[in-house]
């Protein structure tokens, strides 16, 4: 099912057996519904200014071009942060030692591509809706920012009170799990994958909605997926082999995206963060349980994300040579009350921080016997007691709009 026009709520009558159901038949794998199409922003090179500053600190939403003067408020923008080859080295990543008796991948120099809307201008300095996520330094490439338009991405879609549930072959079992073993288990992985992708969209959502036997995900957030909201929906009793690329319950790829109230069982990595992804992405108020994995920023340094009262096994760490060489995965992560276990690290050039967490904390991956290098810990307070501020994410939406902001985002 597509749904490729603005505008457009698919709704139904409830999530038990009596209200609407959703059928993934068939053995093909595939998403069940896709919301906008694969559409790249179109930027406007023309349009390119370098920020002029030295160094423009993470959760800044101010910086200084060389000439303002083409930009107006109001305009959506690009502020691209360039990670050059002396930051590639400068945090490790041209030097992952090989996955042991296997290969590794050394990270190339990328951006950071923050999605963002001018809120003021003067003189050279602009301001825009939202901080970035990553310190810009000219030292590690600088940045520069970009006007540009996104005429493919719709807005204004969702899905909403329903269940979804998805063949598959009872006769189809394993025990493999990563690089272990398990109880066995429904195994079969020609099916549905996903229920709900968002491509190319800005103010979407997917509320009560609830989800059985997917490989992958109950909800994926494409990279231009923006101002998402995932809310009050619960994920159980996933099919598929118990390895790499499987079930990941709600999957961030794009920016400024919150998922609220959201129960999984079964998952490998249930709330997850991809590579490269700008962030800021929050998940709040949330719980997995039965997981084969941590939920995590995955690979490849993405930045900005918050656990703010999540109850699961949480990673967020130099992920080394796993994968193809997942490296330092999230960078300028914060987790606030959470509950459960927890491995927290810090990259060089960033930090991440534990706020108020309970539950055991966990050594990295590295260092060990085989890496002995040494990996700095994160910034940990309040460790085994919660903080009195019972919610970040609730108290910066308070203080930036207000008490009534916070009806809005209840149930």
């Not at 030295?54 to 930009?71: Q, T």
């Not at 800021?280 to 994300?305: C, I, Q």
């Not at 994160?378 to 007691?385: E, F, R």
């Not at 910066?396 to 009534?404: K, P, V």
Request: net charge neutral; hydrophobic share 35%.
């Amino acid at each position: 099912m597509f749904i490729k026009a603005s505008g457009i709520v698919l709704r139904g009558e409830g999530q038990d057996k009596e209200g609407t159901i959703l059928y993934g038949t068939g053995a093909k794998q595939r998403n069940l519904v896709e919301i906008g199409e694969n559409a790249d922003l179109i930027l406007d090179s023309n349009s390119k200014q370098m920020i002029s500053d030295l160094y423009v600190p993470s959760g800044s939403r101010s910086f200084h071009v060389e000439d303002g003067s083409a930009y107006h408020v109001g305009e959506q923008i690009i502020v691209r942060r360039i990670g050059n080859k002396n930051w590639i080295h400068e945090i490790g990543m041209d030097n992952i030692y090989k996955r042991p008796g296997g290969t590794v991948t050394q990270w190339s120099p990328f951006n950071l591509d923050f999605d963002r809307v001018i809120t003021a201008i003067v003189g050279n300095t602009i301001t825009v809706d939202a901080p970035l996520a990553n310190a810009i330094e000219r030292q590690w490439g600088g940045g520069e920012i970009y006007k540009y338009t996104d005429h493919a991405r719709i807005q204004q879609v969702g899905v909403e009170n329903m269940r979804v549930e998805s063949d598959f072959d009872p006769s189809t079992i394993d025990i493999k799990m990563d690089n272990d073993t398990t109880d066995p288990y429904y195994a079969d992985e020609k099916h549905a994958e996903r229920f709900v992708v968002f491509n190319s969209v800005k103010n979407g959502w997917v509320r009560e909605v609830r989800g059985y036997h997917l490989s992958y995900s109950l909800v994926q957030m494409k990279r231009y997926s923006k101002w998402i909201t995932v809310q009050d929906s619960q994920m159980y009793d996933m099919i598929s082999v118990v390895t790499g690329g499987r079930r990941y319950v709600i999957h961030q790829m794009g920016q400024l995206n919150l998922a609220q109230r959201i129960y999984t069982e079964t998952a490998r990595h249930a709330f997850t963060v991809d590579s490269w992804v700008p962030g800021p992405n929050v998940f709040l108020d949330g719980e997995a349980v039965k997981n084969y994995n941590t939920s995590e920023p995955h690979h490849r340094w993405s930045v900005g994300g918050l656990f703010d009262n999540i109850k699961a096994s949480i990673s967020i760490l130099d992920r080394a040579w796993l994968g193809s060489g997942h490296g330092w995965a999230g960078a300028n992560y914060v987790t606030w009350n959470t509950q459960g276990e927890l491995t927290l690290q810090r990259p060089p050039t960033a930090q991440n921080y534990a706020i108020g967490h309970v539950g055991s904390k966990v050594p990295g991956l590295v260092p060990n016997d085989y890496d002995p290098r040494p990996r700095e810990d994160g910034y940990w307070c309040s460790c085994g007691q919660h903080v009195v501020i019972n919610s970040l994410y609730k108290q910066q939406l308070m203080e930036r709009l207000g008490r009534n902001a916070l009806s809005n985002i209840k149930k």
